[in-house]
């Protein structure tokens, strides 16, 4: 169902990959709402599947080689059922993506402008000389200081930071309604990550776009997001307003995360190093709490045996009851096992 | 961009002195001298001595070698001991037959090797990517003058479908243009395909390569994200992405070809200047060969001049600033 502002409705999607001949779950059961005007973040350690979201909702997988299931609900089309054809008219033109490596997104033998103006060839019945208005309009919008020069150079006579601009006016050429973008400052260094961060929100503000931010770095979230989906091994685990997520954040995980990022008021302290790695696909536990092996001390008993999402207050959400039981080891009222 | 081609223009000129003064010096070095086979052998020691002194035989080598390029730009590279006749103008009669048929070759490798080296690369792992794979495995393995012994054995002599020696038959030569000209091409026929057979094989393989890389890059799949249709995007990004490095190739395949054609000529007996090389070394020919090793070192040096002047501009990111 189509309502006027929740137009990406993606519903208990799972996509698997085949690695020796079977398929093994990146992404397991994703359920995710995106508003017009709202910025949702995803965040999670490295290798929790979030650029699998990302991709999956572009439809860039092979077929061959992956398996999705669920459904995608974008403005009234479930995307998961269109052909390549089908999903052209939506990647570009209603789904805009920036991508994480600006240093390879772009076609190293192109000028920027006819990158820029390719995404308007599919998608705009726009003349020759309006493209090439709309183009510098772009380069403009994104901050770049000279567009007409700009626009005629190649992508390696530019920095990574004008790279990720030039990325940044692809997506948002034709004015789609959704934006993904996929760790789209972690490639730069801190002070093009701010600007990068107000382009996006400026255009947002302009387009009325939902944007789709992933990260692994809380800061960005604390700065930009409205909403905040955590996501662990594949799974959603926390979900809700910024606020609630950083003011009184549940699932172990998103408070493991929190309390390993570096601080104004912790920052003497040792920063806390959450145990262990994100297991790969072939190592996902079938059941239980997926985080539960990186937190030990957390007993058997605490955890749901299929741990299902908990609303904790209206529109946070929490998978697992463990979050009930836990808390750190070296804090009041721990739990040994 | 003129900057770059007049740049790597100007690295050739000291790359063209040393080799000159190296091909001076190894002509200086073999046995013979200038009036070898033009003066009788019985003559008088002091008279040869004497030519030798005003020949400047005498001088220091540094002067000799001046007077050597001197004699070079006016065409004067000597007389042929063999052939009685100047090297100039024996090597002007070959030089044609030798570009028509490293000229032909070319067209016919690059003919065949970028749809095959395309093809293999976007079905890649499929069963024509494997014929096309197999088929470069096994040319790599067989050397090239056992492909042309094998080809002219067959085509030649079995079959008896082209013609086995020679450039030109001797029907056609002296009659019309037109004869003249299909006669000449059905004589490199042959030696063409068997070399442009042969030659495919690294255009193949690296083309393959290129167009499997295009294929998972990043900017292809910004592509895709734009919604450009999978054919375009291989029309646009990965075809042209792939096929700019292959122009450059071109240059290095003139290097290639001549030296090809040290063998083809051999084999099929075609008078080019890879015959007239084989044969002035087992007549020990030297003035020939002295003149032959300038003119194909100048070529190679020629061909990666070509190579490098069209990578940059082909290749946006080559082009020094
Ligand atoms: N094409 C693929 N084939 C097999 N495994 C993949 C593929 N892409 C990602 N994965 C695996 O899926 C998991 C999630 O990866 P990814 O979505 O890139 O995580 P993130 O973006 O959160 O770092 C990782 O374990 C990764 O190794
Ligand atoms: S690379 Fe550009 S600036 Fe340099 S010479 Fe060539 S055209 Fe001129
Ligand atoms: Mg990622």
């Excluded at chain 1, 040792?270 to 957390?298: C, E, H």
């Excluded at chain 2, 003066?39 to 035989?57: E, F, T």
């Excluded at chain 2, 375009?232 to 290095?252: E, M, V």
Aim: aromatic share 10%.
């Amino acid at each position: 169902m189509e309502t006027a502002s929740n137009f990406l409705n993606i519903k208990d999607v799972s996509t698997a990959f085949k690695i020796n001949g079977q398929f093994y779950d990146a992404i397991s059961h994703i359920n995710l709402q995106v508003h017009h005007d709202e910025i949702l973040a995803i965040v999670g350690e490295s290798g929790c599947g979030k650029s699998t979201l990302a991709t999956t909702i572009m439809g860039l997988h092979d077929p061959a080689e992956t398996k999705i299931s669920g459904e995608i609900d974008f403005e009234g089309t479930n995307l998961l059922k269109l052909d390549d054809d089908g999903y052209n008219d939506f990647r570009g033109a209603k789904i805009g993506m920036i991508f994480q490596d600006p240093l390879s997104a772009l076609n190293p033998l192109k000028r920027i402008e006819d990158q820029i103006s390719e995404v308007m060839d599919y998608h705009t019945s726009l003349s020759k000389e309006e493209k090439h208005e709309r183009v510098l309009q772009l380069l403009d919008e994104v901050g770049i200081v000279n567009p007409k020069r700009t626009a005629h150079q190649f992508p390696h006579e530019l920095s990574g930071g004008m790279r990720q601009r030039v990325i940044i006016a692809i997506a948002i050429a034709c004015k789609p309604d959704l934006i993904i973008a996929d760790e789209p400052t972690t490639a730069l260094d801190v002070t093009i990550q701010a600007q990068i961060l107000d382009v996006l929100r400026d255009i947002q503000k302009e387009n009325h776009a939902g944007i789709i931010l992933i990260t692994h770095d809380l800061g960005v979230v604390a700065e930009t997001a409205d909403r905040v989906a955590v996501m662990y091994a594949g799974q959603i685990v926390e979900e809700g307003t910024a606020e609630q997520v950083f003011n009184t954040p549940e699932h172990p995980y998103t408070r493991s995360l929190l309390r390993s990022m570096p601080q104004r008021d912790n920052e003497n302290d040792d920063l806390y190093v959450i145990k262990g790695n994100v297991p790969s696909l072939q190592k996902m536990p079938s059941t239980g709490d997926r985080f539960a092996p990186r937190i030990p001390w957390v007993p058997a008993s605490a955890h749901e045996e299929n741990p299902t999402m908990h609303e904790v207050a209206p529109g946070h959400e929490v998978r697992c009851t463990c979050y009930k039981e836990f808390s750190f080891p070296d804090q009041k009222g721990s739990v040994t096992a | 961009m003129w900057k770059t081609i007049l740049r790597r223009f100007l690295i050739m000129i000291p790359e063209v002195i040393i080799l000159s003064i190296l091909v001076f010096l190894l002509a200086k070095a073999m046995p013979g001298d200038p009036f070898t086979g033009s003066i009788n052998p019985k003559a008088d020691p002091q008279q040869i001595h004497h030519l030798m002194k005003i020949n400047g035989l005498y001088d220091p080598w540094y002067q000799q070698y001046w007077q050597w390029v001197v004699h070079l730009f006016h065409g004067n590279l000597g007389n042929s001991y063999q052939y009685q006749e100047p090297v100039t103008r024996l090597i002007a009669g070959r030089a044609g037959n030798t570009l028509w048929l490293a000229l032909f070759t070319m067209i016919l490798t690059y003919a065949f090797a970028l749809p095959m080296g395309v093809f293999a690369g976007r079905h890649e792992g499929k069963l024509p990517d494997t014929i096309i794979r197999v088929y470069t495995y096994v040319t790599y393995c067989i050397p090239f003058f056992v492909i042309l012994v094998i080809g002219i054995w067959i085509f030649g002599y079995v079959f008896g479908w082209f013609p086995t020696t020679g450039s030109i038959s001797a029907e056609a030569s002296g009659s019309g243009w037109l004869q003249t000209i299909g006669s000449r091409f059905y004589h490199i026929l042959l030696p063409g395909i068997l070399g442009a057979l042969f030659g495919t094989v690294n255009i193949v393989q690296y083309l393959r390569s290129e167009v499997i890389d295009a294929k998972g890059s990043d900017y292809v799949r910004t592509a895709r994200s734009k919604g450009v249709p999978s054919k375009d995007i291989y029309r646009h990004h990965i075809f042209r992405n792939s096929l700019l490095p292959i122009a450059a190739f071109a240059g290095y395949s003139i290097t290639g070809l001549l030296n090809g054609s040290i063998f083809t000529e051999t084999v099929f007996s075609y008078p080019g200047m890879g015959l007239l090389f084989v044969n002035s070394i087992s007549y020990r020919d030297y003035t020939v060969i002295t003149a032959l090793v300038l003119i194909y070192g100048i070529l190679n040096l020629i061909g990666t001049l070509l190579s490098d002047i069209i990578l940059s501009i082909v290749d946006p990111r080559i082009r020094i600033e």
